[in-house]
């Protein structure tokens, strides 16, 4: 019971989104439908052609590549590799035939040099045909420019060869061989406007494993995705022999296949949107980046909010105050700043040059501070130690020039503290007194002059 109500689920989702496929992509030229398959009323069929424009999409193929194929819930799209071999070939052609599906075949160019018919069966019957370079080698992740230019220029010239030189009926798609991506081949294969094709899932087939395990593979992984392109080859018996059962299982669970075809200049490319180039592509509960690029988030509206004017960063605005206010937190102090008009201080004038009498030292203070001063100097030295004390200062005195120096002008002009302690005004007894204690090598240090030791 609960499996029949997911059952229906499943279609009734399946046919919501094959609705809204319908709305953007009935550009694109659509196959013929299964039902209008001659011989075989329940064949798979293609159900839609989908147009690519290799330069907008250089890279597909979640194997390798963030994006893959635009396709919807349940399209699988058919790839093989390294024909045509006629053994093979042929016959993978008559099983794609009996179901009426469209592939995409990547050719070698060394076997189409060998098999041009095969090349010419493949185009006949309506398939897409890209090309796998010239001698499929595995090393092209190794190469330098100038081989890989070799090996895809080759291959493409061997395949145009098996059709006349139609470039019409080759598609510029490619699969570097062995799946082996490196980025000169990449970037050279994008300069030529040939899309990189990797594949969404492989099914193992070039392996020594069983046609049943080739199935297997098959359908497990498409049921793991969902949807994508499947890489197959059509030179193997193993996959000659698993490709009826895979179809037959696409069929029946509800599969349908999707053919693709390059675009040209009067065939435009099928309308898509960014997103469908993601396997899962971002939803709105999923929000999900892949750093650094810019966050590709799903909004739910696209209605964006008026661009901020500088007024609504005011931090004055009245809504604010109005909201500190009732949350109490303190109203913010109106201030000038950041406003231009600053309040400008009062021009300072100028202090005057100060008169001479400013620092004269009145003659009754003078004499006080000297005899202050002598006291001072008295105690310090002691009655019976002040003359040779006395001699000592004036030899360090004379030890440093530069010391007495500095003190004579200071004291010649009356500025300088303690200057006044020195030099007595002319006339003064006591001062000359306390000069006249000075050693001849005192005096003349006070004088300016250097004394030799
Ligand atoms: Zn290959």
């Keep these: 019971m609960i499996a029949n109500v997911l059952v229906m689920i499943r279609k009734r989702s399946r046919t919501v989104i094959g609705a809204a496929l319908l709305g953007c992509c009935f550009m694109a030229p659509q196959a013929a439908p299964a039902a209008d398959c001659p011989g075989n009323p329940n064949a798979l069929g293609t159900s839609r052609t989908i147009v690519v424009d290799p330069r907008e999409h250089p890279r597909i193929g979640t194997m390798q590549y963030p994006e893959t194929l635009p396709l919807a819930d349940h399209e699988v799209v058919l790839t093989f590799d390294d024909g045509p071999l006629p053994k093979y070939s042929n016959q993978v052609l008559a099983i794609l035939a009996s179901q009426c599906v469209k592939a995409t075949f990547f050719t070698i160019g060394s076997q189409a040099r060998f098999n041009p018919e095969g090349v010419r069966k493949l185009i006949a019957a309506g398939h897409t045909v890209g090309t796998h370079s010239q001698n499929h080698p595995l090393t092209m992740n190794k190469m330098p420019l100038e081989k890989v230019r070799q090996e895809v220029d080759d291959g ?120 469908q180039w993601f396997m899962h592509p971002p939803t709105e509960t999923v929000a999900t980046t892949r750093w650094p690029r810019i966050p590709n988030f799903v909004f739910t509206a696209t209605r964006t909010l008026p661009a901020a004017v500088f007024a609504d960063l005011d931090w004055r605005d009245a809504d604010i105050l109005d909201h500190a206010q009732r949350a109490r937190v303190g109203v913010p102090v109106r201030t000038l700043w950041p406003q231009p008009q600053v309040a400008q201080l009062a021009p300072v004038s100028t202090l005057p040059i100060p008169a001479a009498d400013v620092f004269r030292v009145p003659e009754a203070l003078d004499l006080t501070l000297l005899a202050a001063n002598r006291r001072l100097t008295q105690r310090a030295a002691g009655p019976a130690a002040g003359a040779p004390r006395a001699q000592a200062i004036s030899a360090r005195q004379a030890r440093h020039p530069k010391q007495a120096a500095h003190q004579i002008p200071a004291a010649a002009h009356g500025g300088g503290h303690g200057a006044p302690l020195h030099v007595a005004p002319p006339g003064a007894s006591n001062a000359a007194v306390h000069v006249a204690k000075r050693s001849p090598r005192a005096e003349a240090s006070a004088a300016g002059k250097r004394v030799p030791d």
């Design 156 to 275: 493409i010239a061997s395949t145009l060869a098996a059709l006349n030189g139609d470039k019409s009926k080759l598609a510029p798609f490619f699969r570097i061989p062995g799946l082996m991506r490196a980025e000169i081949p990449e970037a050279y294969l994008a300069s030529q406007g040939i899309q990189v094709w990797s594949a969404d899932f492989p099914a193992d087939d070039w392996r020594h494993i069983s046609p049943q395990r080739v199935y297997d593979l098959a359908i497990q992984r498409i049921e793991a995705k969902h949807k994508g392109i499947l890489l197959l080859h059509d030179i193997q018996p193993r996959t000659v022999a698993a490709l009826p059962r895979i179809l037959n299982t696409l069929r029946e669970r509800g599969y349908r296949i999707v053919h693709v075809v390059p675009a040209t200049a009067d065939r435009p490319a099928t309308p898509t949107q960014p997103q």
